[in-house]
Structure formats: C-alpha cells, structure tokens
C-alpha cells in the first residue's frame, strides 16, 4: 500500500461526507486600529475573513456568516460528528460566502493588553445549559451524553470566551463587519447567538449595503442583563445603536416601548430563527415584537413549525443540520 492510499483509507467515513467539489477560496483580514504597545506599535483587534464560491456564482448577494459568542467560523463549516456545514450547503446553493471570526474569537487575535481583558473560558457545563437542554423533543443534538461525550469534546474543542466587555466587543464587531461590506458590497447577513447584535449593528452603520438578516436565535430578550454590567442596554444591542427619536440614555428606551425608531432596519428583510426545542424559544418572539416597534417588518421562523423538529440552540452543528438549514435557505429565496 503506498502512502497516498493508506492516507486514503485511514479517513473514509470523512471523505463519504465530503464529496469533491469545484469551489474558489481564499482570505483577508479587516484590519484594526494601529496603537501604541509594549513593544511598539501593535494592531488592535483585527478581523479575519475566509471566503468561498462555487465554480459559478448564481446568486445576487453573497452571505456573511457570523457565529455567536466564544464560538469562531468553525461553527460553520463542519459539525462535532464530522459532516459538511452550513457553509458547504451555501456554497452549493449558488452563494459566495464571506466567513468572519469576530475580533478576539478564533484566528482574531485577542491579547488582554491590546483587545481587553477576557471574559471566562466557556466551560462544559455551559455548554451543556446552552446546546445540551434536556427539553422534550430536542432529539438532534449528538452531545448528549454529557462530560466524556466525544461528540460534546469536539463541540467545546472550538470554543473560547467572550471579551468582558461585551459593549466594545459589539462595537469592534460593527466597524469591522461594515468596513467588510464597505469592500464587497451589498450582502445579506447571517448571524447566531450572541453574533446577532453584529446584524443589527452593521445595518445601523451601512444600511444600504445590508440586503437582509437571518438572525439565528439571536441574543435577547431586548434589555437583558446576562452579568453585572452586562446588559443589553440599546434593547438588542450593548453598544449603542441609532434611534429616532434620538435618546440621551439607553434608560428612555425601555421606558417608552415603541416610541423609539431605528431607521438602519428600516425597508430591511430580518427573519428571527429558533429550533422548536432550544430555550430561546420562550423569548425570541420578543425580540421580534421589538423589531416590529422599532419600524422593522422582521418575520418570525420556529423550525419545527416549518417542519424541521427537535432543535436546539446550534441546528448548524446538530444531527439534523441538512435538513434544517433548507426552511432558511428558502427564505433567502424567496427575498431575493
């Protein structure tokens, strides 16, 4: 046996999921402020872009992924048992795709002294309360049998934490991601977990380059506070968005539900996603109603009522992430 094939036959199950394809790929970074450090002059908190397109691109607006918090674009492009993701499956619809690590997540380097101080390391009980909830019906998460899992290994393996400051994480995620669109042009926004205020933000930045969200159980309910000033203080965002009226305190926000306009959305298609099993079911409705009073047309998607049962918080890397990516990529569709 020569090495070529023994290399072959020692990853089969791998090469039966991943099919050859013809795709372009390649990367960039979105680079950060150049600032003062210890050793002379850094980069703070750059951001790190892939990107991939099918032989023929026949879609007209390129998707931009952004995973949730202490995740990186891995939450993309493969699941914990080892099969193509939600990137493969967009890529083959036709679409270019842009994939981002938000500054300080995966490749995006974070050093305390240049991009602040880290939040905790995401431990397995964490993980466990987010992706592994024990509510009837969540049948398609592979992690389930708890700490020594190796399918819950893998899933953790590509975590790492969330900066403490979550209000300047959101705002270095807003520049970046419209500094992205600033380059490629108009592209619709696919956001998850705590990547989903980066949606809302961009499109307050760059209105006219954000063509729609999909926002994938997105951060919430509106006001939330997670820690002790950690709170989402704008309604859906920590870091400040644009209101109209304009507001001299996040306070009168949720003082007048409703009162209060966000131009960005406005004339944006949003579409609010949530596995009929994963606990931000309760909520998500309520970021949708604030959408509504905020002048956004945002619609509302439960994947079981679409016909794809059992799904928790992460459907993209679950047992049954090919048929549930499909009720989204028909709503991509469906609005151009």
């Keep these: 046996m020569t090495a070529v094939t023994a290399t072959a036959a020692a990853l089969p199950e791998q090469f039966a999921h991943y099919p050859l394809r013809t795709v372009r790929r390649g990367h960039f970074w979105i680079a950060g402020e150049r600032i003062e450090g210890e050793t002379g002059t850094v980069q703070r908190a750059p951001m790190y872009v892939e990107w991939e397109a099918p032989a023929e691109i026949t879609r007209p607006y390129p998707l931009v992924l952004v995973h949730g918090g202490g995740g990186q674009l891995t939450d993309w492009t ?15 619809d036709g679409y270019l795709v842009y994939r981002v690590d938000r500054p300080a997540h995966g490749r ?10 880290p939040g905790p390391q995401f431990s397995y009980e964490m993980a466990m309360g987010l992706f592994d909830t024990p509510i009837p019906g ?6 389930g049998g708890g700490i020594g899992d190796p399918m819950l290994d893998q899933l953790i393996a590509s975590m790492g934490f969330l900066p403490a400051d979550l209000a300047e994480s959101q705002r270095l995620d807003q520049d970046r991601v419209a500094r992205l669109l600033d380059r490629i042009g108009p592209a619709i926004l696919v956001t998850h977990s705590a990547g989903g205020p980066t949606g809302w933000l961009a499109a307050d930045a760059r209105h006219d380059l954000v063509r729609a969200i999909v926002a994938i159980e997105p951060m919430g309910p509106p006001f939330f506070e997670f820690a002790p000033g950690v709170r989402l203080d704008w309604g859906l965002a920590a870091a400040p968005l644009a209101y109209d009226p304009p507001v001299a305190s996040p306070a009168e926000l949720e003082a007048a539900p409703g009162a209060h306009r966000l131009p960005g959305l406005e004339g944006i298609p949003v579409v609010v996603v949530v596995g009929d099993t994963s606990p931000f079911t309760s909520w998500a409705p309520q970021v949708v109603e604030y959408l509504h009073g905020a002048g956004s047309d945002a619609e509302f998607m439960n994947l079981g009522e679409a016909g794809v049962p059992g799904n928790g918080h992460a459907m993209m890397l679950e047992a049954n992430s090919d048929a549930a990516i499909v009720p989204i990529l028909d709503w991509i569709a469906r609005i151009g």
């Design 138 to 143: 969540h049948d398609q998460a592979p992690w």
């Design 78 to 92: 493969g699941t914990p048992d080892g099969r193509p993701g939600w990137s493969d499956r967009f890529v083959d």
């Design 108 to 117: 995006s380097w974070a050093h305390p002294e240049v991009a602040g101080a």
